[in-house]
């Protein structure tokens, strides 16, 4: 791989006009996208199809049929494995390109989870779909002055 932090900015655009690639950004960005060039061979290998999306469910509206999440309901709701989370990874990423705030969520969501702040989780089953909703304490945050 180049040593592209060494090149100036004139020279990292003229190699990314060489690809095809967008000219926008800092110094840092082209440095990023002509590494990513790189890693995947211009971007002219294989394509790499993404799943035809199904239709979205129909999102309960207000609270209505929700009830509290206690052991006794594991039978109702489905199990999940990696291919269903990566399945659903996928249907995110040609739906509507939010797989990257979703990661985001499951990180915060699992933070809150080991910190003690999820208060209460219910669900709503209906037909097969299964919609959760929770409840969660406000963080308390503290400012310092220096």
Request: charged share 25%; glycine share 6%; hydrophobic share 40%.
């Amino acid at each position: 791989m180049a040593a592209y932090h060494l090149w100036k900015v004139d020279r990292l655009k003229l190699e990314l006009a060489k690809r095809g690639a967008v000219l926008r950004g800092r110094k840092a960005d082209l440095i990023e996208r002509l590494e990513a060039y790189d890693r995947n061979q211009n971007f002219r290998g294989d394509v790499v199809l993404l799943p035809t999306p199904s239709p979205l469910p129909d999102w309960p509206v207000g609270m209505f049929g929700f009830r509290q999440l206690t052991l006794d309901h594991r039978n109702q709701l489905p199990s999940l494995g990696m291919s269903q989370v990566e399945g659903y990874f996928l249907y995110r990423m040609a739906v509507d390109k939010q797989h990257q705030a979703d990661i985001q969520a499951i990180t915060k969501g699992r933070l809150l989870l080991e910190s003690g702040r999820v208060e209460a989780c219910s669900f709503k089953a209906e037909a097969s779909d299964v919609f959760l909703t929770g409840t969660v304490a406000a963080a308390m945050k503290k400012r310092v002055h220096q």
